[in-house]
């Protein structure tokens, strides 16, 4: 029993330690989030491209259900940089386990709901986007 205690002890001060480190983690990928979110709305091509990876890849529906496919520099060429674009974007949900992430995010934006669920790596110490799809739907015209 005398060793229980101080056993106990240490356990619970290691998940504390590890709990705020996860926490600490779950920011860092929202700050990344949150660049891509922001870099896309505000017109920061170079912020956008520091959340991506690269490789990344982005897929999605076109006309008929056609799957269409942007690579991180062709998403990135899409930005017009100083120009912001009047839509609204949010986290939905983070899901993480060591250094890899899920998250969903939301973008209303032209009487459509986007919804984007990418996933993420930390890669040298950064969390960064690597793959992404997207959805979206009609919420009013």
């Given at each position: 029993?005398?060793?229980?205690?101080?056993?106990?002890?240490?356990?619970?001060?290691l998940?504390?330690?590890?709990?705020?480190?996860?926490?600490?983690?779950?920011?860092?990928?929202?700050e990344?989030?949150?660049a891509y979110?922001?870099g896309?709305?505000?017109?920061?091509?170079?912020?956008?491209?520091?959340?991506?990876?690269p490789?990344?890849e982005?897929?999605?529906?076109?006309e008929?259900?056609?799957?269409?496919?942007?690579?991180?520099?062709?998403?990135?060429?899409?930005?017009?940089?100083?120009?912001?674009v009047?839509?609204?974007?949010?986290?939905?949900?983070?899901?993480?386990?060591?250094?890899?992430?899920?998250?969903?995010?939301?973008?209303?934006?032209?009487?459509?709901?986007?919804?984007d669920?990418?996933?993420?790596?930390?890669?040298?110490?950064?969390?960064?986007?690597?793959?992404?799809?997207a959805?979206?739907?009609?919420?009013?015209?």
């Amino acid at each position: 029993m005398k060793l229980a205690i101080p056993v106990l002890v240490v356990t619970a001060g290691l998940l504390a330690v590890d709990g705020r480190a996860a926490d600490c983690e779950v920011e860092r990928i929202r700050e990344t989030v949150t660049a891509y979110l922001d870099g896309t709305s505000k017109g920061k091509p170079e912020q956008v491209r520091d959340a991506f990876l690269p490789s990344l890849e982005v897929q999605y529906l076109g006309e008929r259900d056609v799957l269409l496919r942007r690579t991180a520099a062709d998403d990135i060429r899409r930005i017009e940089p100083g120009v912001s674009v009047p839509r609204e974007g949010r986290i939905v949900s983070i899901d993480t386990t060591g250094k890899a992430a899920a998250v969903k995010a939301e973008i209303l934006w032209n009487g459509r709901r986007y919804t984007d669920y990418m996933l993420l790596l930390k890669v040298e110490g950064k969390w960064r986007i690597s793959n992404k799809i997207a959805v979206w739907e009609m919420i009013y015209e």
